[in-house]
C-alpha cells in the first residue's frame, strides 16, 4: 500500500480523522467535543468545511469570514454580528451541507462498524466535519460513545478515501515543488479534508499551512 500521511496535526486523544503515515496511524482530528480549544477544532474542522456563504445571512464568505466554534462545532460567519447568534439550528444547518457535500463521492458502501451493506435504510452521520454512514442507530451510537471505537472507525473511512482516489489522481507532479511524483521516492499521500493530496516529500506538506488554496486549486486544474 502507498506511503499515508496523517492530515492536519494533532488533536487531542486518538482520532485519525484526516490520514496515515507509512500505514501507522497517528492522531489526528478528534470529535468536536473531545478537542481541547477552539484552534484545534477550527484547524480539524476547516478543511472539509462545506459552505462558502454565511449560514445566516446568505452573504459569500471571504477572508474576513469569522470561525465560530460552538458546542464543539465549527461555523463560518460574514460578521461578528451572524456569529453572536450561532445555535443548534445553525450547526444543524452546516451538518446539513456536510452530508449533501460529501455523500455523492462517499467511498464506502459497507457500515465501517458492523460490515453490513449499507442500504436505503443507512444513517448519515456528522463527526465535525465529515460524513460517516453507519448500518443501524446502534452501530452510530456505539461510534459516538467510545473514542477509540471513533478513531479506528475514522481510520478505516480516511483509508477508503485515499484508496479511491488513487485510482483517478491526475496531478503527476508536486504542487509544491513540480518535481514528478515517485522522482524522489514513494509520494506521501495527504488526505485534506476528504481530498487526496500527493506530495514528493513531507517537507512540501508543511506547505499547506501556508497556502491549502493554491494547493487544492492545482490538484482540482488536473482532474
Given at each position: 500500500?502507498k ?20 500505514q ?34 446568505g452573504?459569500k ?11 464543539g ?12 447568534k450561532v445555535?443548534?439550528?445553525v ?93 524522489m ?29 493554491a494547493i ?8
Open positions: 500500500m506511503q499515508l500521511l496523517l492530515s492536519l496535526g494533532a488533536v487531542a486523544l486518538l482520532a485519525f480523522s484526516y490520514g496515515f503515515a507509512n501507522d496511524a497517528r492522531p489526528a482530528a478528534a470529535p468536536a467535543k473531545a478537542a481541547t480549544s477552539d484552534a484545534e477544532v477550527i484547524k480539524a474542522q476547516l478543511p472539509s468545511y462545506p459552505l462558502d456563504t454565511c449560514p445566516l445571512s452573504e464568505l471571504g477572508k474576513d469570514a469569522i470561525n465560530v466554534v460552538k458546542d462545532h465549527l461555523v463560518r460567519t460574514c460578521c461578528n454580528k451572524c456569529a453572536a445555535d443548534a439550528a450547526i444543524k444547518k452546516v451538518e446539513d451541507a456536510v452530508v449533501a457535500a460529501q455523500l455523492k463521492s462517499y467511498p464506502m458502501d459497507t457500515c465501517p462498524m458492523s460490515g453490513e451493506k449499507l442500504d436505503d435504510k443507512a444513517i448519515s452521520h456528522v463527526y465535525g466535519t465529515r460524513l460517516v454512514r453507519f448500518c443501524c442507530h446502534k452501530c452510530e451510537a456505539n461510534f459516538e460513545k467510545d473514542s477509540k471505537t471513533a478513531a479506528a472507525t475514522m481510520a478505516k473511512l480516511d483509508k477508503a478515501c485515499v484508496d479511491a482516489q488513487l485510482k483517478t489522481y491526475k496531478l503527476k507532479t508536486c504542487p509544491v515543488s513540480g518535481e514528478e511524483l515517485g522522482k521516492g514513494e509520494p506521501v499521500n495527504y488526505l485534506y479534508g476528504t481530498t487526496l493530496i500527493r506530495f514528493c516529500c513531507n517537507d512540501c506538506v508543511k506547505e499547506l499551512d501556508k497556502d491549502a488554496q487544492l486549486k492545482k490538484v482540482h486544474a488536473a482532474e
